[in-house]
């Protein structure tokens, strides 16, 4: 593995369903994020996590759920999909959780239907 | 409340020069980042301005005025593989990146 990746790549998902994207990094960053980007909106943040064993809600965290149990994972659950879920998802790591750049995993792409 | 302003989309010429205007507000302020975002591909790092002036970095410039809430990205010497959308980001009092919706520049022959 070299910098972040998430899996899976793209989904489709009918509604109602539970699913988990996941992203693992081997940089050994503290911080990590996911967001979710829609058409003709900036990034939104939904969940990030400052080091491992502590997550903290973002913007828009409603249905949505993280875990955060070592550096590395930072897997981001769905516990009953709905179709305004249905989004491009990031997820992003950096040294740590101050001035630092973030770099990004290659995306997921969600359809729920 | 925070919010981050940036054109929707930019028409430029190959081997001319482009700036793209972003202007911020957000809860404190600890910095502004611009990131580029080919199409279907993750946002990758430009630059980062927390101080006034102007940051140079090959063909690319960030300028930042703290006072003005405005920044500024320039591109010079455009080339075809610049076309991409530009994400203008604000760090906020708690650390966290607002996001702008992103400049799509479309670079013509």
């Known amino acids: ?113 | 409340g925070q919010n981050i302003d940036q054109p929707t989309e930019m028409t430029a010429t190959e081997g001319a020069i482009v700036q793209i205007n972003c202007t911020y507000q957000t809860s404190g302020f600890n910095g502004l980042f611009w990131y580029q975002q080919h199409a279907g591909e993750a946002p990758t790092f430009l630059s980062y301005n927390v101080l006034d002036g102007l940051e140079e970095k090959g063909r690319f410039s960030s300028f930042l005025s703290r006072s003005k809430g405005y920044s500024y990205l320039l591109l010079k010497e455009l080339q075809m593989k610049d076309s991409a959308s530009y994400l203008c980001a604000g760090l906020d009092s708690n650390y966290q990146l607002i996001w702008g919706a992103g400049t799509k520049l479309i670079i013509k022959p």
Not at chain 1, 84 to 89: D, E, G, I, W
Request: charged fraction near 15%.
């Open chain 1, 1 to 113: 593995i070299a910098g972040i990746t998430q899996a899976p790549t793209s989904q489709i998902l009918a509604a109602g369903r539970r699913m988990t994207l996941r992203c693992t990094q081997d940089m050994r960053h503290n911080a990590m994020y996911w967001y979710r980007q829609d058409l003709g909106l900036g990034l939104r943040l939904i969940h990030y996590s400052n080091t491992a064993g502590t997550t903290g809600k973002g913007e828009v965290p409603d249905g949505y759920s993280v875990s955060r149990a070592n550096t590395d994972d930072f897997p981001l659950t769905l516990a009953s999909a709905v179709p305004s879920q249905t989004s491009v998802y990031f997820c992003a790591s950096s040294p740590d959780s101050s001035y630092n750049e973030q770099f990004f995993g290659p995306g997921t792409r969600l359809t729920v239907l």
